[in-house]
């Protein structure tokens, strides 16, 4: 539900960590106001369509992605009411050519903040197999984290579980442990609507150089701390995903918070 808590850097690693893990993955950009993705995946250039009718998604760093950052210049606005956005989701997601013949084992959609049209349009045109609620430990953080859950339970998407961002930051100079976000936020709120935590993702400078290099940290450093991190909270998703019925074109978790 809230700006700035990092869904985008979370869905790249996630889908990084996946792939990491031999799985297929896709990233697909739903922010269409304000996309991300090209940038942290380090993609340019236009996407092929061979046909003329379905587009080529890019590679990067062995993921899938898709994002209408690939389609306009990059300092050009999408000025767009709603029903444009959403017209334009759908485009991007159903005449994609994902996983070529062989399909996708994940698509990891990354959800602009709000509760609107998007997340409507995402909830009620596709069989999203499951939301994760991204949120950091701070209150203000986690009551729009709240809204999000609340919003995919009514929409019958159930939630897989939280990720805590910038949990913890630990010094380089003195190796001091600091919760400058807060402490526990995640956990109080997994406790309280009975969802797991699949994570605590550290503050770390690394993640954000990282991202805007467009190497994003589970590919540039993946032994670190904050990679061992994305892929421990990946392989609690994909455990979590297992337990529960496929979705009939696939697989989608919504990246949101």
Known sequence: GKGGVGKSTTAVN????????????????????????????????????????????????GVEAMSIGLLVDQDTPMIWRGPMATSALTQLLGETRWGGEAGLDYLIV???????????TLAQKIPVAGAVVVTTPQDIATLDARKALKMFEKVQVPVLGLLENMAVHVCTGCGRVEHLFGH???ERMAAQYGVPLLGALPLEIGIREQGDAGVPIVAAAPQSTAARAYRDAARRLAATLATRPRAPIGLGAALMG
């Open 14 to 61: 996630l889908a990084l960590a996946l792939a990491a893990d031999g799985a297929r993955v896709g990233v697909l950009d739903a922010d269409v106001y304000g996309p991300s993705v090209p940038m942290m995946l380090g993609l340019s250039g236009r996407p092929d369509s061979p046909d003329g009718k379905t587009i080529e998604p890019m590679r990067a760093h």
């Open 110 to 120: 990354d959800l602009p903040p709000g509760t609107g049209d998007i997340q409507l």
């Open 184 to 186: 526990g936020g995640g």
